[in-house]
């Protein structure tokens, strides 16, 4: 008899390799709207939550099944800048502000010169949320241009309420620069190890944050949220 089909599943999901995001973003940018709108396809337009969230999800980059873990982080202001523990855990980051608040412009500033954040340093993209609201935009679209040109890296305007696939287009963009910056950067490695590479941000500074960074869930796609596991 073959053996299990559902352990065949298992055993090729332990072989993936993982993506570990951070989404970054001062209060009110709409971080958790363009996540859960990545994961699950939909749009929930408040969020109330009061802690870091973690979700992962399985995506296909440049033809290849990837494991996303993001971290969907939650600062309490505009001044609350990200612990090194959170920094460290990332292999990318997620920079998000919204065009309607120039203060979370600003809280993006702050982070890089906090972090020193740039594609050459960490991989990382830049994400303009709420261009579907232009009549009351206080950062000007060339602004957001060239801080992704100083950042060398990859910029979009979006809208988490209208838009799927250029936010898709975002996440997906940073999984390309973080295998990217894999291949320059390490030896070929077997597949029963890659699943528990360090992140690029660790090895930078050298150490590993601990495990337990928020809680996990795991959203497949397509599904609705009431269909999703609950914590």
Known sequence: MNSSPIKGIR???????????LVVGGPSVGKSALTVRYLT????????????????????????????????TCPKSDKDLLAVDSIQWADGFLLVYSILDKASFDYIQRFRRHTGASSSTIPCVLVANKADMVH???????????????????????AAAEQVSSIADAFNELGRE???????SKPPMSSSSTHSTPSLFDRMLGSRSSAGIGSI???????????LPKD
């Not at 999901?13 to 993506?19: G, H, R, T």
């Not at 109330?48 to 992962?56: A, F, I, L, M, V």
């Open 178 to 184: 973080v295998h990217s910056v894999r291949r320059r």
């Open 217 to 227: 869930r795991a959203y497949a796609r397509g599904k609705s949220d009431s269909a």
């Open 136 to 158: 009351l935009r206080q950062v000007p679209t060339h602004e957001g241009e060239q801080l992704a040109k100083e950042m060398e890296c990859y910029f979009a305007e979006v």
């Open 11 to 21: 055993r090729k999901k332990s072989l993936l390799s993982e993506i570990k995001v």
């Open 41 to 72: 396809k939909r749009y929930i337009g408040e969020y109330d939550h009061q802690s870091e969230n973690r979700y992962k999800h399985e995506a296909m980059i440049n033809g290849e099944p990837v494991i996303f873990e993001i971290l969907d």
